[in-house]
């Protein structure tokens, strides 16, 4: 798997891991029941839980909800949660239909996995003023931060953004011989939307690390971050 400059990246045993995953997902989903195993990331077992049938409510006042996944970083567990995780209409192709939903489900277990690593490598990176990792308030003492915001989603939800251009770019140029560009594809992010808004100096650190992370086939003429910011 690619390494990222930069960033929180993917186990060393993410191939493996992902190979379990759809084995035990597509057994979930033919007998809908969750189904679980253990392995091992960084020496460390971590749990992988498919859930068919979670409990949506769960978490709230918490949490910006219904999620896809979630990492419990006491238990050591990533779940993955299926009827969140399928948000988009793939029409009534069953092959595409399937191949849209590994990709979802690739992607969810991408960033959770991210997650895995930020407590197993003890990286929660960026220190907001004002809030914790989480973004809770130290001073009013309640949730405040969108969920994309909080200093511990920085890392993974670039690295999902960082995935879906470089799969995006690759698809085009495959099809019509073209690449997205660059900026539209920033602009058009509501992870950058968000941070741009809310925080622009780690706006300005997430489009640098963006950028030193697209491979050169898939740049569109020769991007530099000063060209955005």
Request: glycine fraction near 4%; charge should be positive.
């Amino acid at each position: 798997m690619k390494q990222y400059k930069g960033i929180v990246n993917l186990p060393k045993e993410y191939k493996q891991v992902w190979e379990m995953t759809k084995k035990s997902y597509m057994i979930s989903k033919k007998h809908n029941e969750n189904r679980s195993f253990t392995t091992n990331i960084e020496n460390t077992p971590i749990t992988i839980i498919i859930d068919q049938k979670p409990d949506l409510n769960a978490g709230k006042g918490q949490w910006d909800g219904p999620y896809a996944g979630q990492w419990d970083n006491e238990k050591y567990e990533i779940t993955i949660f299926p009827a969140t995780m399928m948000r988009g209409d793939w029409g009534n192709d069953e092959g595409y239909k399937l191949e849209c939903e590994m990709q979802e489900l690739k992607l969810t277990l991408h960033h959770e996995l991210r997650h895995a690593m930020q407590t197993l490598l003890n990286r929660n990176i960026h220190k907001t003023k004002g809030y914790d990792q989480y973004g809770y308030s130290k001073k009013s003492k309640v949730w405040k931060l969108k969920h994309s915001l909080r200093d511990i989603e920085f890392h993974p939800k670039l690295g999902d953004e960082i995935t879906r251009y470089i799969e995006l770019a690759a698809l085009r140029k495959k099809i019509a011989n073209r690449i997205p560009i660059i900026s539209a594809f920033i602009n058009h992010s509501d992870f950058f939307k968000d941070l741009k808004d809310s925080f622009p100096v780690k706006w300005k650190e997430a489009v640098k690390k963006f950028i030193i992370n697209i491979p050169k086939e898939y740049e569109y003429e020769n991007y530099t971050a000063t060209k955005i910011l």
